[in-house]
Nanobody, 124 residues
Framework: QVQLVESGGGLVQTGGSLRLSCAAS????????MGWFRQAPGKEREFVAA????????YYGRSVKGRFTISRDNAKNTVYLQMNSLKPEDTAVYYC?????????????????WGQGTQVTVSS
């Protein structure tokens, strides 16, 4: 069973940058597409970005496109989310997730393994 552990969250000022990491262990990681979602208090969990593991095809949510970049390091079984030009509305708990299907990667239901989340707070 694959397990996911996120790190890299924290407090940053508007316009700043953070890089989140998601380390995977315990399974055939290369079979999974990976995604990042986020959830702010009182809101639905929102798609942020996804990457197909084998060929590196990426997808982004409309609100982060052009500011965030998802990438992966195959040797380290790790996925990253580089977040630039951060805004207060980016404040949320960010979750890493794994999907066995590589289809419908913008949909939360496609993912069956989730990390515990890491808090990102952007101050104005």
């Amino acid at each position: 069973q694959v397990q996911l552990v996120e790190s890299g969250g924290g407090l940053v000022q508007t316009g700043g940058s953070l890089r989140l990491s998601c380390a995977a262990s315990g399974g055939a990681f290369r079979q999974y597409a990976m995604g990042w979602f986020r959830q702010a208090p009182g809101k639905e969990r929102e798609f942020v970005a996804a990457i197909k593991w084998s060929v590196g095809i990426t997808y982004y949510g409309r609100s982060v496109k052009g500011r965030f970049t998802i990438s992966r390091d195959n040797a380290k079984n790790t996925v990253y989310l580089q977040m630039n030009s951060l805004k207060p509305e980016d404040t949320a708990v960010y979750y890493c997730a794994a999907s066995p299907s590589s289809l419908y990667l913008l949909e939360r239901a496609s993912y069956d393994i989730w990390g515990q989340g890491t808090q990102v707070t952007v101050s104005s």
